[in-house]
């Protein structure tokens, strides 16, 4: 089971093409006195970072990894050139929904470069548009999986988090999974945009409006229920007697001013 995994793994890798006997017909041609002045056309030159895909007489027979000048065959022999230079690819405004169903546009950005001639060249019709079709089903599956914002320090679309590199991590891996069979290597994927959809764009605003204020108030609470209790403190460490029914008063004059919406008015009596 193994070595027929592994034997069907070594048919998708490069191996260095013998370019000037690919085949025997190729040999044959190539020695006959009167096509020997086609030797002059034989030189290539495969430029840095660029690969190429050997093919003779349409079979793979190898890859040409290394830059310079080489002498290639000119019976039946056919280079496919791939840049192995980084590249980008952006993937805009895609719609889909995120990990608690909520509809959200997203867009993003993607760094890859190619890593196999035969399999960019060979084994898919077009490795960019390979690419460029399998992005958003990768991306789609992805945000389905994380919320888009998380208020209680979960990972979310929004990268906050303590991990908040997970999310790019796992686009990038699994978009790699996706496009390998083309020769592909996925360097980054990031969100570069995102917003919710216009249907619940208002619906949605209102809701992070409403838990910020919750949050907002749980601090300010929380914050009186502080201040009150050092005053209380401190009054009694100064030597201060007051009495429960004043402490009650004082505490609860304390948390009305602080928590208030406006500013507190006071009155004296008359």
């Given at each position: 089971?193994?070595?027929?995994?592994?034997?069907?793994?070594?048919?998708?890798q490069?191996v260095?093409?013998?370019?000037?006997?690919?085949?025997?017909?190729?040999?044959?041609?190539?020695?006959?006195?009167?096509?020997?002045?086609?030797w002059?056309?034989?030189?290539?030159?495969?430029?840095?970072?660029?690969?190429?895909?050997?093919?003779?007489?349409?079979?793979?027979?190898?890859?040409?990894?290394?830059?310079g000048?080489?002498?290639?065959?000119?019976?039946?022999?056919?280079?496919?050139?791939?840049?192995?230079?980084?590249?980008?690819?952006?993937?805009?405004?895609?719609?889909?929904?995120?990990?608690?169903?909520?509809?959200?546009?997203?867009?993003?950005?993607?760094?890859?470069?190619?890593?196999?001639?035969?399999?960019?060249?060979?084994?898919?019709?077009?490795?960019?548009?390979?690419?460029?079709?399998?992005?958003?089903?990768?991306?789609?599956?992805?945000?389905?999986?994380?919320?888009?914002?998380?208020?209680?320090?979960?990972?979310?679309l929004?990268?906050?988090?303590?991990?908040?590199?997970?999310?790019?991590?796992?686009?990038?891996?699994?978009?790699?999974?996706?496009?390998?069979?083309?020769?592909?290597?996925?360097?980054?994927?990031?969100?570069?945009?995102?917003?919710?959809?216009p249907?619940?764009?208002?619906?949605?605003?209102?809701?992070?409006?409403?838990?910020?204020m919750?949050?907002?108030?749980?601090?300010?609470?929380?914050?009186a229920?502080?201040i009150?209790?050092?005053?209380?403190?401190?009054?009694?460490?100064?030597?201060?007697t007051?009495?429960?029914a004043?402490?009650?008063?004082?505490?609860?004059?304390?948390?009305?001013?602080?928590?208030?919406d406006r500013?507190?008015?006071p009155?004296?009596?008359?």
């Amino acid at each position: 089971m193994n070595s027929g995994s592994e034997s069907q793994e070594e048919e998708h890798q490069d191996v260095n093409a013998n370019l000037c006997c690919p085949s025997a017909l190729s040999c044959v041609l190539s020695s006959v006195p009167c096509f020997l002045p086609a030797w002059l056309g034989s030189i290539r030159v495969i430029d840095q970072n660029e690969h190429a895909a050997v093919l003779c007489w349409g079979k793979y027979v190898g890859s040409i990894t290394q830059p310079g000048i080489t002498v290639v065959n000119p019976f039946g022999v056919e280079l496919r050139k791939v840049s192995t230079q980084q590249q980008t690819l952006d993937i805009k405004d895609l719609k889909c929904t995120d990990g608690r169903g909520s509809p959200v546009i997203v867009s993003g950005n993607i760094v890859y470069r190619v890593t196999s001639a035969k399999k960019s060249m060979v084994d898919v019709q077009d490795a960019r548009n390979y690419l460029r079709e399998q992005a958003p089903m990768v991306l789609r599956k992805v945000c389905s999986k994380y919320p888009y914002e998380c208020h209680s320090g979960g990972v979310s679309l929004r990268g906050t988090g303590p991990d908040h590199e997970l999310v790019p991590r796992d686009l990038a891996r699994s978009l790699e999974e996706v496009v390998t069979d083309a020769g592909i290597c996925v360097l980054k994927f990031d969100l570069t945009d995102l917003s919710y959809a216009p249907e619940i764009a208002a619906a949605m605003l209102q809701k992070q409006q409403a838990e910020a204020m919750v949050e907002a108030r749980q601090v300010v609470v929380q914050s009186a229920v502080d201040i009150s209790s050092s005053a209380i403190k401190r009054m009694k460490a100064l030597g201060h007697t007051i009495t429960p029914a004043g402490e009650e008063r004082i505490i609860g004059n304390l948390l009305t001013v602080i928590c208030g919406d406006r500013g507190a008015t006071p009155t004296i009596n008359m």
